[in-house]
């Protein structure tokens, strides 16, 4: 066989595909992108991530003039008008900013963009479009898609994904998320704060099943307050286009009398799946496990040698900053160097407001582990920095092991939570004690201070609670 065209060809250029390809060519290796959509960045940028946070923080400013909750400060407006339009144009305008710099990444670091879609041929080549493509190594990042309930095919106009409630034309009478997660709660905050009616149905017990119940428990109570209807223990039966409007019936998880729920617009939000179809791995020898994500050992190598795989694909959070991370380490293990990524410290951000940060274990996962362990937690209604804004709803809670002290976890709700949780990772990171978080001088006033204030509640020493 010739000489392969390629040093490395990344299959994907969402955030681990495109970050993997700039450090291989840093690297001095040469290097291609492919990438099926118009743009770079993948879901996150294009369709996820940055035009949701985009909608969520031109909603939040609106509310807190609209709403009334600025007034305490003097600020005070009447007839506070909203323009949807321009909202959605500034989304764009981000978006189109960002996947732009991406392009310019590619062009500085002489990534070659290859635009199309990717099958192999075998384990050593790939075909985008009539071009054939040989490579050392091929690394899989195409990320992952909408999981979908059987018999609710989305329409795009009335029942929608993420995709298309990041671009509903007007603001929905009443919107009904089907999914208590990450996205349907953000997308839902973002219509509610704009005028819709918002029902939120979850199957499981509660929102967020995977975060710590205490958390999760207040941050329902936050949601109800702030106007969105949680309906949890509830099983989704059917979902129904009527005209220009949707009905979903639905009944108690445990069995019960089936009730309907009238709609405008129907958001299907219960998951993500790892997107490989198309990829045709099966020429490579390659299997995937029972949850259709590709095997890989720790250093992001598959079973087929020259093959590697990132992101959504792979075990593990389906989160952006996740992949970016994998896309690093495995980059530097194709250069012969050292890369690891310490998925025990992955933290996860829910961006409505109050935001949620977590990072580590949960208290129900230490508990059903058999670990001894100590809590230490401070309000954010005793924060300095929280009074002042007026914005005082949650609070910080470390969790640390009872014998050594280490810190195992961090769960954070209130306004700065996706700011602060960074410390928090860094600090179980460097393996640090709830002593050394307490021991380290913050900056005051902050918020950041209730973290340092639940550091030392873990001993039973807080200051101002």
Same mark, same amino acid.
């Given at each position: 066989m010739a000489n392969p065209e390629f040093d490395v060809v990344i299959i994907g250029g969402g955030p681990g595909g495109y970050v993997g390809a700039i450090r291989a060519a840093q690297h001095g290796l040469k290097v291609a992108c492919v990438e099926k959509r118009a743009a770079l960045g993948g879901t996150c940028l294009n369709v996820g991530c940055i035009p949701s946070k985009a909608l969520l923080n031109g909603s939040h400013l609106y509310e807190e003039l609209a709403g009334g909750h600025l007034a305490k400060f003097g600020v005070k407006a009447d007839n506070v008008s909203f323009d949807l339009s321009a909202l959605l144009g500034e989304k764009y305008k981000a978006v189109s900013e960002l996947t732009g710099g991406i392009a310019m990444l590619f062009k500085k670091n002489k990534v070659e963009w290859i635009k199309g879609e990717a099958s192999f041929v075998d384990a050593k080549s790939i075909k985008v479009g009539e071009r054939t493509i040989t490579a050392k190594n091929f690394v899989i990042a195409t990320g992952s898609e909408v999981v979908l309930l059987p018999g609710m095919t989305p329409d795009g106009e009335v029942i929608v994904t993420s995709t298309e409630a990041l671009n509903l034309p007007k603001v929905p009478e009443h919107l009904v998320v089907i999914g208590g997660g990450y996205i349907g709660l953000e997308m839902g =905050? +973002?219509? @509610? @704060?704009?005028g819709a009616k918002v029902t939120v149905v979850e199957y499981a017990p509660r929102i967020v099943p995977a975060m710590d119940i205490e958390v999760a428990n207040a941050f329902a109570k936050i949601l109800t307050k702030q106007g969105l209807v949680l309906k949890t223990a509830t099983k989704v039966v059917s979902v129904e286009r009527t005209g220009a409007g949707a009905t979903v019936t639905v009944e108690p998880a445990a069995g019960g009398p089936a009730e309907t729920i009238t709609a405008d617009v129907v958001l299907l939000s219960i998951g993500r799946r790892p997107n490989t179809d198309g990829l045709n791995l099966a020429a490579t020898g390659l299997a995937l496990d029972a949850k259709g994500r590709i095997p890989i050992g720790h250093d992001f190598a598959t079973t087929v040698a020259g093959i590697w795989a990132i992101g959504d694909v792979v075990e593990g959070p389906m989160l952006a900053h996740k992949a970016e991370d994998e896309g690093l380490a495995c980059a530097d293990n194709i250069a012969g160097l050292a890369g690891? $990524? /310490?998925? *025990? +410290?992955i933290p996860a951000v829910v961006y409505t407001h109050p935001e949620v940060g977590t990072v580590g274990k949960t208290e129900e996962e230490l508990k059903a582990a058999g670990i001894a362990y100590k809590v230490g937690k401070f309000l954010f209604a005793a /924060? =300095? @920095?929280a009074k002042t804004n007026r914005d005082t709803d949650g609070f910080v %809670? $470390?969790? #640390? *092991? #009872? %014998?050594? *002290? @280490? +810190?195992?976890g961090v769960h954070i709700i209130g306004a700065m939570a996706g700011t602060m949780i960074a410390q928090a990772a860094q600090a179980m990171e460097f393996g640090a004690s709830s002593e050394d978080i307490a021991l380290t001088c913050h900056a005051h006033p902050t918020h950041s201070e209730a973290l340092k204030e639940a550091a030392m509640a873990v001993t039973g020493k807080a200051i101002h609670m």
């Amino acid at each position: 066989m010739a000489n392969p065209e390629f040093d490395v060809v990344i299959i994907g250029g969402g955030p681990g595909g495109y970050v993997g390809a700039i450090r291989a060519a840093q690297h001095g290796l040469k290097v291609a992108c492919v990438e099926k959509r118009a743009a770079l960045g993948g879901t996150c940028l294009n369709v996820g991530c940055i035009p949701s946070k985009a909608l969520l923080n031109g909603s939040h400013l609106y509310e807190e003039l609209a709403g009334g909750h600025l007034a305490k400060f003097g600020v005070k407006a009447d007839n506070v008008s909203f323009d949807l339009s321009a909202l959605l144009g500034e989304k764009y305008k981000a978006v189109s900013e960002l996947t732009g710099g991406i392009a310019m990444l590619f062009k500085k670091n002489k990534v070659e963009w290859i635009k199309g879609e990717a099958s192999f041929v075998d384990a050593k080549s790939i075909k985008v479009g009539e071009r054939t493509i040989t490579a050392k190594n091929f690394v899989i990042a195409t990320g992952s898609e909408v999981v979908l309930l059987p018999g609710m095919t989305p329409d795009g106009e009335v029942i929608v994904t993420s995709t298309e409630a990041l671009n509903l034309p007007k603001v929905p009478e009443h919107l009904v998320v089907i999914g208590g997660g990450y996205i349907g709660l953000e997308m839902g =905050s +973002v219509w @509610r @704060r704009l005028g819709a009616k918002v029902t939120v149905v979850e199957y499981a017990p509660r929102i967020v099943p995977a975060m710590d119940i205490e958390v999760a428990n207040a941050f329902a109570k936050i949601l109800t307050k702030q106007g969105l209807v949680l309906k949890t223990a509830t099983k989704v039966v059917s979902v129904e286009r009527t005209g220009a409007g949707a009905t979903v019936t639905v009944e108690p998880a445990a069995g019960g009398p089936a009730e309907t729920i009238t709609a405008d617009v129907v958001l299907l939000s219960i998951g993500r799946r790892p997107n490989t179809d198309g990829l045709n791995l099966a020429a490579t020898g390659l299997a995937l496990d029972a949850k259709g994500r590709i095997p890989i050992g720790h250093d992001f190598a598959t079973t087929v040698a020259g093959i590697w795989a990132i992101g959504d694909v792979v075990e593990g959070p389906m989160l952006a900053h996740k992949a970016e991370d994998e896309g690093l380490a495995c980059a530097d293990n194709i250069a012969g160097l050292a890369g690891y $990524v /310490n998925h *025990d +410290v992955i933290p996860a951000v829910v961006y409505t407001h109050p935001e949620v940060g977590t990072v580590g274990k949960t208290e129900e996962e230490l508990k059903a582990a058999g670990i001894a362990y100590k809590v230490g937690k401070f309000l954010f209604a005793a /924060n =300095s @920095r929280a009074k002042t804004n007026r914005d005082t709803d949650g609070f910080v %809670k $470390v969790l #640390a *092991d #009872a %014998k050594t *002290d @280490r +810190v195992l976890g961090v769960h954070i709700i209130g306004a700065m939570a996706g700011t602060m949780i960074a410390q928090a990772a860094q600090a179980m990171e460097f393996g640090a004690s709830s002593e050394d978080i307490a021991l380290t001088c913050h900056a005051h006033p902050t918020h950041s201070e209730a973290l340092k204030e639940a550091a030392m509640a873990v001993t039973g020493k807080a200051i101002h609670m």
